[in-house]
């Protein structure tokens, strides 16, 4: 008989740890596209910002969640960690992309009405790359939900640790 109730669980904690990593992501991805976009950005942080960022997009989110599963221990908390730090990386280039795509006139058009940096980024700027911005969101959470799937094989919690559970105790039918 299957163990649908530690299963349902599990697979619970799964999209929560996809939720809350895509919204730790989100939360520290927007300051960081606003300071690597072009235009928004001080030109002197842009390209430590953009490196630092490539960099830790190119680990993959299993690696991070070994590295935070020696730090902070086996369990759900590490593989949240490990999907924010993945999501960070991505989300801030899909944001200051989005951010430097945008349609410069209206932006103009305010800063010529005398609008601050600041007034012309939160209602020319922000609403028009709002659906790139969104479109980057649900894609990471997407996302996320397949990698918290797997990252319980290193012990990240999840439905992966289950998994792994099983086939090394060969329980096969679960």
Do not use: H
Request: proline share 6%; aromatic share 14%; net charge positive.
């Amino acid at each position: 008989e299957l163990p649908w109730k530690t299963l349902s669980l599990s697979l619970l904690q799964t999209i929560q740890m996809a939720l809350l990593g895509t919204v730790i992501g989100i939360v520290l991805s927007f300051p960081f596209g606003f300071l690597a976009a072009r235009e928004l950005g001080p030109p002197t942080l842009r390209p430590l910002i953009r490196f630092l960022l490539n960099s830790v997009r190119t680990v993959p989110s299993i690696f991070w969640a070994l590295v935070f599963v020696s730090m902070l221990g086996l369990g759900p908390v590490s593989g949240v960690f490990a999907l924010a730090a993945y999501s960070t990386g991505y989300l801030t280039k899909f944001f200051y992309e989005g951010l430097e795509d945008v349609d410069s006139r209206a932006a103009q058009a305010l800063k010529a009405l005398g609008a601050s940096r600041l007034q012309t980024f939160l209602f020319a700027i922000v609403p028009a790359a709002r659906p790139a911005l969104t479109g980057a969101c649900f894609f990471m959470f997407e996302y996320n939900i397949r990698a918290a799937s797997i990252l319980g094989i290193v012990g990240a919690g999840g439905i992966g640790q289950d998994l792994m559970y099983y086939i090394e105790w060969r329980q096969f039918p679960a």
